[in-house]
């Protein structure tokens, strides 16, 4: 009897141990489950001061704070963020208003623009060399812009402005990386771009700017935009994201020489450099933001007449007269 008795309750503290093992396992599995963080949020960024709020946002733990993973990939251009979109590498991209309205008809997800970091007001510029003074001197030289980006949109206002057409110069596709050795190699007469790399292209005497983004106002306008999929799986996230570019911009005013420093460090110039491009653009804040979203037909307007114009220059086939919302709208 005492061995029936030992077997079964040898039986029961094996049952018990059995089941303090499954509990144990699952107890883990729940713990890690609730320490791994949710996927990031992957946004295409190229180098432009006013995008650099985003990164200072994450050096300081901000996106963190508002309950966001974001991975910002950095990039080399406009048109390299704007590629990495819709080829399905990221959720959204910095861009100007241009880009995001290529982006769906060059096989984009729908997206949004959700938040507007900037108006260009003299920061996108065209440099030409000497003895080229003015727009006007651009009929038969050659021109160097991203002819599928913001360049070729700068340069046909530009020209627009002054009676010429983009059929009165010789257009080369140049992207931003290899403006500044195109023009010293004699390639091109003139060169479509914006900083950090038209700071380093005026360092040399032989350049200068003739035409800039401040007499086109308001028309260059630089943007966040994320996907309509990306959104619609994370409740809140465009109010989170305008909450940590607030306390960026914050951090910037109240400790404005270390903010100004870690920017102008990551876009390769120096703070004097920095705080100068600073001046051409007109930074948004929240509230500002806000302001601009509530109305936000005013946004579409400008969608409809860059995406005329972007037909006008073959860039893109679209009909612009039913061109889909792409303005983020919290009522919607």
């Known amino acids: 009897m005492r061995s029936v008795a030992c077997i079964h309750t040898i039986d029961r503290v094996n049952e018990m141990g059995y089941r303090a093992l499954i509990c144990l396992v699952l107890f883990l599995l729940i713990q890690a489950c609730e320490k791994q963080p949710p996927p990031p949020i992957k946004i295409a ?11 200072l946002a994450k050096e300081k733990g901000f996106f963190q704070q508002v309950g966001l993973n974001v991975e910002l990939l950095q990039l080399v251009s406009l048109a390299d963020a704007q590629r990495a979109y819709t080829k399905g590498q990221v959720d959204g991209l910095t861009s100007t208003i241009i880009e995001a309205v290529q982006a769906q008809p060059m096989g984009g997800k729908p997206l949004k623009i959700v938040l507007v970091s900037d108006y260009s007001n003299g920061g996108d510029v065209i440099i030409a060399s000497s003895p080229i003074t003015d727009v006007t001197h651009l009929k038969g030289k050659v021109v160097g812009a991203e002819i599928t980006s913001l360049g070729i949109y700068v340069l046909e206002r530009a020209l627009k402005k002054v009676g010429l057409s983009l059929s009165d110069v010789s257009l080369v596709n140049i992207e931003q990386s290899q403006g500044e050795q195109a023009l010293l190699d004699g390639r091109i007469d003139a060169f479509v771009t914006y900083p950090p790399v038209s700071v380093a292209i005026l360092r040399h005497k032989q350049y200068q700017k003739i035409f800039g983004s401040d007499e086109i106002p308001k028309e260059v306008i630089d943007t966040v935009s994320l996907s309509q999929e990306v959104i619609d799986r994370h409740p809140g996230l465009v109010g989170k994201l305008r909450k940590a570019w607030q306390m960026s911009l914050e951090y910037a005013q109240t400790h404005k020489k270390e903010a100004h420093q870690l920017m102008a460090q990551r876009e390769g ?13 007109i930074i948004l804040s929240s509230e500002e933001q806000q302001e601009l979203f509530d109305s936000a037909d005013v946004l579409q ?11 006008y220059v073959r860039s893109i086939e679209a009909d612009c007269d039913h061109y889909p919302d792409i303005i983020y709208r919290s009522n919607k």
């Open 269 to 281: 110039i120096s703070i004097e450099e920095f705080d100068g491009i600073l001046e051409d653009l």
């Open 45 to 55: 960024i190229n180098p432009w001061p006013g995008y650099e709020f985003l990164y």
């Open 301 to 311: 307007r400008a969608v409809v007449s860059v995406c005329e114009t972007m037909v």
